[in-house]
């Protein structure tokens, strides 16, 4: 009885200590690629002249911190911004009255530099800044521009008196 005990016990440390078959690694999951955005996240449209709006955003982003105002083409309709460390164009574009556009309406969106669309939490979170302050800013816009127009109309005609005083 003592001999199958000591070979039982011999034959459970001699399984105990046998080599398994390694494992096979299982490959770690391959990441997924996700498309390009197909459109800008926070675009939005407003009922204003296109120039105001233009007008009016670059003077919200002049005086936003945080935003770093690298350029911009009117003729083009955009400024090139960086906003928490983006680069990305903030444009705005006239839309053409139809059934649906029955008054002035202009489009503010953003791209990448590149020109495409641009899916971020910064362009997102300026958008929407700009949702917010655009009206108020495109009523001061307008009330600016019409007291230079004065101004000037009133310097020409200052002008004008002393011309003909001298005749």
């Not at 078959?21 to 675009?43: F, H, N, S």
């Not at 083409?73 to 053409?96: C, E, G, H, K, N």
Request: hydrophobic fraction near 40%; charge should be positive; include cysteine.
């Amino acid at each position: 009885m003592p001999r199958i005990a000591i070979a039982l016990l011999l034959a459970l440390l001699s399984t105990a200590c046998a080599t398994r078959p390694a494992r096979e690694a299982t490959p770690p999951p391959e990441p997924i690629a996700l498309p390009p955005p197909t459109e800008t996240r926070g675009k939005f449209t407003l009922e204003a002249d296109k120039l105001d709006t233009w007008n009016a955003v670059g003077q919200i982003l002049v005086n936003t911190p945080g935003v770093s105002y690298e350029g911009r083409s009117q003729m083009m309709d955009l400024y090139t911004v960086r906003y928490r460390d983006v680069p990305f164009l903030i444009l705005t574009r006239a839309l053409l009255l139809s059934d649906t556009i029955k008054k002035t309406t202009t489009l503010v969106t953003a791209t990448t530099l590149q020109g495409a669309p641009i899916d971020s939490d910064a362009v997102v979170e300026l958008l929407a800044k700009l949702q917010r302050d655009l009206p108020a800013e495109i009523v001061s816009v307008q009330e600016r521009q019409k007291a230079e127009a004065r101004a000037k109309k009133a310097q020409k005609s200052k002008a004008h008196k002393k011309k003909a005083k001298k005749t």
